[in-house]
């Protein structure tokens, strides 16, 4: 997921500052311990464990040989503080998505589920809710404020600079003296913006903005639900991935945009595809299957989730020792 180019980014900067300045009086009103996956989606991952309730697995990337203990769905996918800024109203924004999930699950697990539009619509959102509300969407933030917070200010202390000594002599009726007073100019006209990335403002608006319209980039085209032919689907830590394949090379992580489809799996059995071709069913390979579960493994920043006593815990390991996610050592 991106947030699109670096002119995209400023076109939207006038309209992110005034939902900031909605947003403000509920700066301070904060949930701790986040959900980054859903739920309603750990759940179909998990098995009850009589008086103990659901139980998932979840597999730390980075220590595969250690004893995995077993854990609620509400103890997983969590992040302490993913929204720093106004997150108890960001939590009502996917709240109202989450309680339609329910229905659109028991119609997949029926088999009527392109029976109902309602249900695909709600499916196709959960995919866009998966893809912002992750941990690679916030890297993806930082790293997009930071190189056009960068440009804006050498910008301004060169080829604007300028325009910045006028701007500050019809403000204040002083002339800059030397790099230091133009060094200072243009940290005092940044400084709100670097204030509202700190604090966690922009990225709350920002990501509130790029859901709505990851949902209407997603929603347009069709959803194909894969069922495994053998073996079942695993969920990483960033279920989410909109990838592009031209010919035996497939990339993660890439623009909805330049995404040839958007996979997220929904329990053992199933995994949906965004921005498929048609609505419809299909049966994914024993092959398939590996390689989208070597994608959940190679996306997750440190964990994926595995139905207990399925036996996928030796997959992973045995894809760890292969040498998978090497390139992040």
């Known amino acids: 997921m991106n947030e699109g180019s670096s002119a995209q980014w400023l076109a939207r900067a006038q309209q992110i500052d ?15 311990g986040q959900h980054v996956i859903s739920q309603v989606l750990l759940k179909r991952f998990a098995t009850p464990f009589g008086s103990n309730g659901l139980k998932l697995l979840p597999f730390n990337l980075d220590h595969p040989n250690r004893v995995h203990k077993k854990a609620s769905p509400r103890e997983c996918g ?4 993913f929204a720093r800024f106004a997150s108890a109203s960001l939590e009502q924004v996917w709240g109202r998505l989450e309680t339609r999930i329910p229905d659109a699950a028991a119609a997949v697990d029926r088999g009527d589920v392109f029976q109902h539009e309602q ?4 499916l196709k959102d959960l995919i866009a809710l998966h893809l912002v509300r992750s941990l690679n969407y916030r890297d993806v933030h930082e790293r997009i404020f930071t190189k056009i917070y960068t440009e804006q200010r050498t910008a301004l202390l060169t080829d604007q600079s300028d325009l910045l000594r006028l701007a500050v002599l019809q403000r204040s009726g002083l002339h800059l003296a030397g790099p230091q007073g133009l060094v200072a100019a243009a940290d005092e006209i ?12 922009d990225f709350r608006a920002r990501i509130e903005d790029t859901f709505a319209k990851a949902k209407e980039m997603i929603s ?8 495994p032919a053998v073996g079942e689907f695993l969920l990483g830590d960033i279920p989410a991935l909109a990838i592009r394949q031209s010919g035996s090379r497939t990339v993660f992580n890439v623009a909805i945009g ?72």
């Not at 940044?190 to 403002?201: D, K, T, V």
């Not at 498929?276 to 070597?294: K, Q, S």
Request: without cysteine; aromatic residues 6%; positive net charge.
């Open 78 to 81: 969590k992040v302490k503080h």
């Open 190 to 201: 940044l400084r709100p913006h670097l204030a509202n990335f700190e604090n966690g403002a």
């Open 18 to 32: 005034d939902r900031i300045e909605e947003l403000r009086p509920e700066a301070d009103r904060h949930v701790v």
């Open 220 to 227: 347009g085209a069709g959803l194909e639900i894969l069922v």
């Open 258 to 329: 330049d995404s040839t489809a958007i996979v997220l799996p929904f329990g053992p059995k199933h995994l949906l595809v965004g921005r498929a071709p048609r609505n419809g069913m299909g049966i994914a390979t024993e092959e398939a299957v590996g390689f989208l579960n070597r994608l959940q493994i190679e996306a997750a920043q440190q964990r994926v989730y595995i139905r207990p006593n399925s036996g996928q815990e030796a997959f992973v390991r045995s894809y760890l020792k292969q040498g998978g996610r090497s390139a992040r050592r």
């Open 119 to 122: 249900y695909v619509q709600t």
